[in-house]
Nanobody, 117 residues
Framework: QVQLVESGGGLVQPGGSLRLSCAAS????????MGWYRQAPGKQRELVAV???????NYADSVKGRFTISRDNAKNTMYLQMNSLEPEDTAVYYCNAQVYGISGTSWGQGTQVTVSS
């Protein structure tokens, strides 16, 4: 089993930056990919960025060049550095882990990111 704890959400102005963190615990070795999703009011939950166990990354077109996903294996923590934030980035951001075994996936509870003046 994998547990995820998110932090770093908040209110920022357009053009600002924010860094989200996701601390993983439990069966860390069973994780083969992690990612960030977001869900805006009235919208579908969408994939923002993913990072594999080998460190390869991919991003949604809407955030390419602005967001960076990374991980610190020593701290069992994944990050999402968000720069040049836009009001359209406002959403609840969720940490996700894809896990080998019966559980299949693990989710954090979400952290609110609001971009507004």
């Amino acid at each position: 089993q994998v547990q995820l704890v998110e932090s770093g959400g908040g209110l920022v102005q357009p053009g600002g930056s924010l860094r989200l963190s996701c601390a993983a615990s439990g069966s860390i070795s069973s994780i083969y990919a992690m990612g960030w999703y977001r869900q805006a009011p009235g919208k579908q939950r969408e994939l923002v960025a993913v990072i594999s166990s080998r460190g390869s990354t991919n991003y949604a077109d809407s955030v390419k060049g602005r967001f960076t996903i990374s991980r610190d294996n020593a701290k069992n923590t994944m990050y999402l550095q968000m720069n040049s934030l836009e009001p359209e980035d406002t959403a609840v951001y969720y940490c996700n882990a894809q896990v080998y075994g019966i559980s299949g996936t693990s989710w954090g509870q979400g952290t609110q990111v609001t971009v507004s003046s």
